[in-house]
C-alpha cells in the first residue's frame, strides 16, 4: 500500500519560509512523479510543484517559479518543497501526491495523495 506522509506546514509571516517534506513508502518501481498541489478556501486544487523520481523532470506553477524549490532524496523516498518568499496568497492545504505524470508545463494524473498540510502565510 502507497503511503505519502507530509510534514512541515504552519504559520509564517509574509516574507518569510517552511520546508514541505512528504515521505514516500510502498513503491514496488521507481519511476514515479511526485509533487504538491495546493487547495486554498473556496478555490479549486492547483498543481504547485512536481518531480520525477526517475529523470528529475520538474514542473512549476507560474506563480511561485523563482520561490520554490523542489527536490527528491531517492535514498530516503522523501520530497521536498522549499518554499521562500512567500505570499498570503500562498494560504493552502498542501497536498503531497504521487504515481502520476510530470512535464515542464504539467503535472497531472496523481494516483495517491497525502492527508494534507496546512501553510498560513500571515500579511
Known amino acids: 500500500e502507497v503511503q505519502l506522509v507530509e510534514s512541515g506546514g504552519g504559520l509564517v509571516q509574509a516574507g518569510g519560509s517552511l520546508r514541505l517534506s512528504c515521505a514516500a513508502s510502498g513503491f514496488f518501481y521507481d519511476d514515479y512523479a511526485i509533487g504538491w498541489f495546493r487547495q486554498a478556501p473556496g478555490k479549486e486544487r492547483e498543481g504547485v510543484s512536481c518531480?520525477?523520481?526517475?529523470?528529475?523532470?520538474?514542473y512549476y506553477a507560474d506563480s511561485v517559479k523563482g520561490r520554490f524549490t523542489i527536490a527528491m532524496d531517492n535514498a530516503e523516498n522523501t520530497v521536498y518543497l522549499q518554499m521562500n518568499s512567500l505570499k498570503p496568497e500562498d494560504t493552502a492545504v498542501y497536498y503531497c501526491?504521487?504515481?502520476?505524470?510530470?512535464?515542464?508545463?504539467?503535472?497531472?494524473?496523481?494516483?495517491?495523495w497525502g492527508k494534507g498540510s496546512l501553510v498560513t502565510v500571515s500579511s
Open positions: 501526491a504521487a504515481d502520476g505524470v510530470v512535464e515542464n508545463t504539467a503535472c497531472f494524473g496523481m494516483d495517491h
Open positions: 518531480i520525477s523520481r526517475s529523470d528529475g523532470t520538474t
